[in-house]
């Protein structure tokens, strides 16, 4: 069972989260070192710290054996902690069934093949999270991640999403406003880009107008759905 968590939150919102789960271990990305002091209440030992790793290397690294560990679809695959916006965050349990089925449905809805590139915008402590990476895996879809600093910088996005011919795009409706809101949309070149799928709070029909007269060949999707259903239960093509 994994647990996505934010690298941003106050120390009190860990501790919180720790005594609710009491995980083995806490797995941190090399890059986010500087709040490891959050984490005080918690064993040094237990502490995995992810080297950032460069593809290069990936590729050359023969890898470490490991042993498959025996699960029924009935496991918990993931637990999500909602925003808490409504009072104390609540630790959604999803199983392995729920998120298979809706990676396979991800995959089926967005087309995706291993000639895709699929461009995931929200952090892996954000359910929309999971229609990205779930397409991958079972479609074999590149996945195009963004780093934290970066996701609200339109201009970098732009230059990475045309850098690596995005042709799948999953986010909230907000990025979509952010590249209508700083001119970016306009100068946007995306030729492979077949389906936009957002999901969250409401787009404004103004905002979803001028993407779609910008690809006019392209699907846009609205999906809709709570985290405790894994992730959504409709969606609706506009």
Request: hydrophobic share 45%.
């Amino acid at each position: 069972t994994y647990i996505p968590v934010s690298p941003h939150l106050p120390e009190e919102r860990y501790r919180v989260l720790y005594e609710a789960l009491k995980p083995d271990g806490i797995i941190a990305a090399e890059e986010f070192s500087s709040v490891y002091g959050k984490f005080s209440f918690f064993s040094e030992d237990g502490i995995f710290v992810m080297p950032q790793v460069l593809p290069d290397e990936a590729l050359k690294s023969e890898g470490t054996a490991w042993t498959p560990v025996p699960i029924t679809e009935k496991e918990i695959a993931y637990i999500m902690f909602t925003s808490g916006t409504t009072g104390i965050p609540k630790g959604v349990m999803i199983t392995h069934r729920a998120m298979l089925q809706y990676s396979q449905w991800a995959a089926e809805h967005s087309r995706a093949t291993e000639n895709d590139v699929v461009f995931g915008h929200t952090p892996l402590n954000f359910d929309v999270s999971v229609y990205a990476f779930g397409a991958c895996m079972v479609s074999g879809a590149a996945l195009l991640t963004i780093p934290a600093n970066m996701e609200n910088n339109v201009s970098y996005l732009a230059s990475a999403l045309e850098k690596y011919g995005a042709s799948v795009w999953i986010s909230a409706p907000s990025l979509l406003t952010l590249f209508v809101k700083y001119g970016a949309l306009e100068k946007l070149s995306l030729p492979r880009l077949r389906v936009v799928s957002y999901a969250a709070e409401e787009l404004p029909n103004s905002t979803l107008i001028q993407w779609m007269r910008k690809f006019a060949g392209t699907e846009f999707h609205n999906l809709y759905g709570p985290t405790e259903a894994a992730v959504d239960v409709t969606f609706h093509e506009v």
